[in-house]
């Protein structure tokens, strides 16, 4: 994960043929989103820190500093404030995050949207050459007692 945030040099580590920007680099000026930042360890949280505080990077097997100027959005499952207490997350690197805070309810507090999602992605993938099925009430209800554990992916 960290060659591909921060991009790296020709020669960096075995297979690194040619120098590689980082997903920092090509979102210079716009906005780069970070998925499960929760799960990210120690060293690359400290990185990432380095990057917010500096608005720089390093690439792997490279001394110079590249400026970088993206908006930084991070979504996670995990309940960061505890991964502080746990010292699993850095705190300072939280705050520096948590600047904006969106709190999506898990769809199965969402019921009303179930059969309209569903609906939405049965007309977005369905074939264009041939009628558009109608979900079957069998289905509808069944979707609706699903207890959605891993929400709309």
Known sequence: MESELFGYERGAFTGANKT????FEIADGGTIFLDEIGEMDHPLQAKLLQVLQDGEVHHL??????RVDSRILVATHR???QA?????????LYYRL???????????ERRDEILPLARWFLHKHH????????????????????????NVR
């Open 20 to 23: 590689k920007p980082g997903k």
């Open 98 to 108: 948590h600047v904006v805070d969106i709190w999506v309810p898990p769809l199965r």
């Open 61 to 66: 097997g490279g001394t110079d500093p590249i």
């Open 127 to 150: 074939r264009r050459d041939v009628e558009m099925p109608l979900m079957p009430a069998e289905l509808e209800a069944l979707m609706l007692a699903y207890s959605w554990p891993g």
């Open 79 to 81: 309940n960061l404030e």
């Open 84 to 92: 502080i207490e746990r010292g699993t997350f850095r705190e300072d």
